[in-house]
């Protein structure tokens, strides 16, 4: 991604692109790990024959789109820090510390960084999960905010950001340490091909898409209790025993299905845009 130029322009627009794709998908998941019921669609679609298990699908793409605006902003300054810095961190252990290993130079830049946007993003966060509760009555992620602080505290806009750091750290290190693994072990496609610039994009979608993959699996239990202790304002642990005691270990499966889409589409296409947009910028 990055190489050894600085392309910050190309990390936030391509970031931007997978947010605003994502979108509909993130409400997906979040309503499913959160166990947030769909009762009825909107009155305009009720008198059509809709299966009740689409109804998450429907209910994400039609309006209100909550804190739409927020969520994608917020989405998309995070990736880009995310992917960003763990490129130019990376960079910049293997210039000025040569004698580092390479696991280090590779694992550190996005596990602070990707700590530091968690604690940052988390009042966020919570406040645009909230939101997607169909029975929830407000409509804007500053009267959610307000909501949370006048019913918890200024803490509770920090609610569930253990369970949130151990499910975005790892999701990012897993995709930065894949994503870096595939750039070393696929092929390049030789300058003189004239299939040069398809071989680079084929190659990125490749590569793209087992970071992401690699990410979604690999957290989505972690997802589940966050999303669980956003519900209830239960303490990590108390979600862990609730949610085993309700449901017994499936929990860890919950919105499994949904989540490797909304978590895998977003960090594949970060990584692949970018690609694509350097790749443009160099031509």
């Given amino acids: 991604m990055g190489g050894n ?6 990390y936030i627009t391509a970031s931007a692109m997978a947010a605003a794709i994502n979108y509909p998908l993130w409400r997906v998941s979040a309503m499913g ?18 299966p ?14 909550k804190g739409m605006f927020g969520t994608i902003l917020g989405m998309t300054w995070a990736r880009a820090a995310i992917f960003y810095g763990s490129d130019r961190g990376k960079s910049y252990l293997k210039t000025h510390h040569p004698s580092l290993p390479h696991s280090v130079t590779t694992v550190l830049p996005p596990l602070i960084v990707s700590t530091l946007v968690q604690c940052v993003n988390q009042p966020l966060v919570r406040a645009t999960i909230s939101l997607q509760n169909p029975d929830s009555r407000l409509d804007t992620i500053r009267s959610s905010i307000k909501y949370i602080y006048m ?12 369970a949130g750091i151990l499910k975005t750290v790892p999701k990012y290190c897993t995709a930065v340490i894949v994503k870096d693994w595939a750039e070393g072990a696929l092929p390049r496609p030789s300058p003189d091909d004239s299939r040069y610039h398809v071989t680079l994009l084929v190659r990125s979608a490749c590569k793209s898409a087992a970071a992401g993959l690699a990410g979604a699996v690999l957290t989505n239990p972690l997802d589940v209790i966050r999303n669980e202790m956003f519900k209830t304002n239960l303490s990590l642990l108390e979600c862990v025993v609730k949610l085993r005691n309700e449901m017994g270990w499936r929990f860890v499966i919950r919105g499994m299905g949904k989540n490797m889409v909304a ?11 970018t690609d694509a947009l350097i790749q443009l910028t160099e031509k």
Avoid: C, E, M
Avoid at 5 to 10: N, R
Avoid at 151 to 162: D, I, K, V
Avoid at 266 to 271: E, H, N, Q
């Fill in 5 to 10: 130029k600085d392309y910050p322009i190309q």
């Fill in 33 to 50: 790990q959160s166990g947030f019921a769909i009762r009825q669609l909107p009155t305009t679609l009720t008198a059509l024959p809709i």
């Fill in 52 to 65: 009740q298990p689409l109804f998450p699908y429907i209910y994400a793409v039609t309006p209100p789109y």
């Fill in 151 to 162: 019913n918890y505290g200024l803490g509770g806009l920090w609610h569930g950001t253990s």
């Fill in 263 to 273: 978590v895998s589409v977003p960090v594949a296409a970060t990584i692949f845009f």
